[in-house]
């Protein structure tokens, strides 16, 4: 990510946080220069559905903020592996 993070922005989103947050909202850090961690913060209580949909808005106004140039890539751990 950071080899990629010297040429454009790059962003890992986090998996979501939930707790006492009024209102979904996205806490953007930077990690390295060009790398940007983003983590979603949920209310607590959230349906699956609500908590998808949050995330969703989150992320479109994230690409959003990032301009024309905003790539996206979909990153899974590999459940179970070391």
């Known amino acids: 990510m950071t080899r990629h993070a010297k040429r454009r922005r790059v962003f890992f ?5 939930f707790g006492d ?4 909202r996205m806490i953007v ?14 209310p607590a209580g959230l349906s699956a ?3 998808v949909n949050a995330q ?10 990032g301009g024309n ?3 996206r890539c979909r990153c899974q751990p590999a459940a179970g592996r070391l």
Not at 13 to 17: K, L, R, S
Not at 56 to 65: D, H, P, Q
């Open 56 to 65: 969703r808005e989150l992320l479109g106004l994230l690409a959003e903020a």
């Open 69 to 71: 140039r905003t790539h």
């Open 21 to 24: 947050a009024a209102a979904p």
């Open 49 to 51: 559905a609500e908590s």
């Open 13 to 17: 989103v986090e998996e979501p946080i």
């Open 29 to 42: 850090s930077e990690a390295a220069a060009g790398l940007r961690v983003a983590a979603p913060h949920l």
